[in-house]
């Protein structure tokens, strides 16, 4: 496909690999479980419980069908095809956003909010809310399919992302973000200043820098942050050191196993997510073989050097309870342009797909603040 082109996609999964996915469920065989092992990893009876969901009752086709309802597309950027969701509101002047994903997320993450956002009238919202949504699939990850060469950064896949805008013909947009794409959409608006409007996310990733000053009179929701931060490195971060030093190591079992796959995405899925949920962001993993690809995010971007400057766009944060979102001490240090800093006591980390009803008027509010 030409650099140029975009093409329309839809989302039409062979037979006969769900038919290969359903042998390999069948043949899956288990090791032996450590009584009382949740301290190993992810709880065998939470893995179980998915597995039995994936091979007895889950629908692959109803979820196709479903995100197909939207308008997809497919381009190449810079040597890369990037699959993406491209829905236009009704309302012709709608602001248009681009909405990026992360691990072990995908597209999926927000198609609750997909027509809140572009028809607010019809759930009770401001018409002139509306937005034009854009969701690319990451370089990578699920039908943008595998990476083909090595340096996929963040701020590659930022330029890829205003080379997208700018192809469908946006000159003025928003950027948002969870998870990588929290990093993500702050680089599109360093990158691309003169077209972003401003930058929305769920997290802000800075952290103490190890002044003993920074750490005087922390509040007692600050110390909450934190405490849910060191209990994170001491007890999840294994997946991040192991990406970032040697992907294609774990990449081999988690293309060729769907049950090794289930259980590594499974370990910051949570299970608090519903069980359909969960299994179709590993289906956009395994279907397009692109567990071992998107991995590669954590090393490229471990071994690239980081950016000197922030973005000076307007910068907006929607923390959700049972996430680790920053603290605004930290982040206002490495960020002087917050103009938007709202906290939730619940929906954690697809905040997007557990709470719309909370997510959606935020993104509303904070774009309205700053496009009007």
Do not use: C
């Amino acid at each position: 496909m030409g650099d140029q082109l975009v093409a329309p996609f839809r989302i039409n999964v062979p037979q006969r690999d769900l038919d290969d996915l359903r042998l390999r469920l069948d043949r899956t065989r288990w090791g032996e479980d450590v009584p009382d092992g949740v301290d190993y990893g992810v709880p065998a009876p939470y893995v179980r419980r998915l597995f039995d969901r994936w091979l007895n009752g889950y629908d692959w086709r109803s979820w196709e069908a479903r995100l197909n309802k939207y308008a997809q597309f497919e381009t190449t950027i810079d040597g890369q095809h990037i699959h993406f969701l491209h829905v236009r509101s009704a309302k012709k002047d709608a602001f248009p956003l681009i909405m990026t994903h992360g691990w072990p997320g995908s597209i999926v993450e927000f198609i609750d909010v997909i027509d809140p956002l572009t028809n607010p009238e019809a759930y009770g919202g401001d018409p002139s809310d509306a937005f034009h949504v854009v969701i690319p699939s990451l370089p990578g990850y699920g039908f943008s399919g595998p990476t083909r060469e090595s340096g996929w950064t963040n701020p590659r896949i930022a330029r890829a992302w205003a080379t997208l805008m700018a192809r469908l013909g946006y000159q003025r947009y928003g950027a948002v973000g969870n998870d990588a794409g929290s990093m993500i959409s702050p680089e599109l608006g360093r990158i691309d200043p003169d077209h972003v409007a401003g930058v929305h996310v769920t997290q802000l990733f800075s952290f103490p820098s190890g002044d003993p000053a920074e750490m005087k009179d922390l509040a007692p929701e600050e110390q909450s942050q934190l405490q849910t931060l060191q209990w994170f490195y001491e007890n999840k971060f294994s997946f991040n050191t192991l990406l970032s030093q040697q992907p294609q190591t774990i990449g081999y079992a988690l293309d060729d196993s769907p049950v090794g796959l289930l259980a590594w995405n499974a370990q910051l899925l949570g299970e608090d997510l519903d069980e359909d949920f969960a299994l179709t962001n590993v289906m956009m993993y395994w279907l397009t073989r692109t567990g071992s690809s998107a991995g590669r995010l954590y090393y490229e971007n471990a071994h690239a050097p980081r950016p000197t400057t922030p973005t000076t766009l307007p910068l907006g944060l929607a923390g959700f309870g049972g996430d680790f979102f920053g603290l605004r001490r930290f982040a206002q240090r490495d960020h002087s342009n917050i103009v938007h800093w709202r906290t939730y006591d619940h929906g954690g980390h697809f905040a997007a797909h557990k709470v719309p009803e909370l997510y959606v008027p935020d993104v509303r509010a904070f774009f309205r603040s700053i496009v009007r």
